[in-house]
T-cell receptor, first 116, second 113 residues
Framework: KAGVTQTPRYLIKTRGQQVTLSCSPISGHRSVSWYQQTPGQGLQFLFEYFSETQRNKGNFPGRFSGRQFSNSRSEMNVSTLELGDSALYLC???????????????FGPGTRLTVL | EDQVTQSPEALRLQEGESSSLNCSYTVSGLRGLFWYRQDPGKGPEFLFTLYSAGEEKEKERLKATLTKKESFLHITAPKPEDSATYLCAVQAWGGTSYGKLTFGQGTILTVHP
């Protein structure tokens, strides 16, 4: 069974630009969560999508947005990039079904974004 | 607000020297506590899920335990390949917790041969 894939793996952008990151979940999984990982703040939750609907959102500015497609693939977009947006962006997939036993999240390798 | 605190921040062991990592948490209602391993430049790798106090799970040299306030990750006779950052995370029940894991800052484990 293929794992979670993320593209691209590395990105270099300049301040003010926008960026789109992609995530393909494990086959059969319908929930995709996004996280930002930095040395200072650790792993922080951005948002979660299930069946093309955003069900939950973390405390990030509106410049961070996402969407999910009918095949469960998800994208996140960051507009008007700032230096502080440099981070490892991780997506995680889970079944998204009700019941505690269905909420294990499996992470992709991440996209390393550098903002100059 | 859910909170997770891991200790120590860093731990250096000799090969074969057993030890434990601690994860203290506060959460409104625990849906699950998760342990992950993360190697440099990679995404976290899932290790265990614990659901209720008293539960224990084992995998090779690792054993995770859970109480109402904390979890321990016990490492028995570690090897250099066990060197990594170990992350603890919690998920609460309720709609505001859909897909959201709250992570601790991690423990950086280094095992010397």
């Amino acid at each position: 069974k293929a794992g979670v894939t993320q593209t691209p793996r590395y990105l270099i952008k300049t301040r003010g630009q926008q960026v789109t990151l992609s995530c393909s979940p494990i086959s059969g999984h319908r929930s995709v969560s996004w996280y930002q990982q930095t040395p200072g703040q650790g792993l922080q939750f951005l948002f979660e999508y299930f069946s093309e609907t955003q069900r939950n959102k973390g405390n990030f500015p509106g410049r961070f947005s996402g969407r999910q497609f009918s095949n469960s693939r998800s994208e996140m977009n960051v507009s008007t990039l700032e230096l502080g947006d440099s981070a490892l962006y991780l997506c995680a997939s889970s079944s998204g079904l009700a019941g505690a036993e269905h909420n294990e999240q499996f992470f992709g390798p991440g996209t390393r974004l550098t903002v100059l | 607000e859910d909170q997770v605190t891991q200790s120590p921040e860093a731990l250096r062991l000799q090969e074969g020297e057993s030890s434990s990592l601690n994860c203290s948490y506060t959460v409104s209602g625990l849906r699950g506590l998760f342990w992950y391993r993360q190697d440099p430049g990679k995404g976290p790798e899932f290790l265990f899920t614990l659901y209720s106090a008293g539960e224990e799970k084992e995998k090779e040299r690792l054993k995770a335990t859970l109480t109402k306030k904390e979890s321990f990750l016990h490492i028995t006779a570690p090897k250099p390949e066990d060197s990594a950052t170990y992350l603890c995370a919690v998920q609460a029940w309720g709609g505001t917790s859909y897909g959201k894991l709250t992570f601790g800052q991690g423990t950086i484990l280094t095992v010397h041969p």
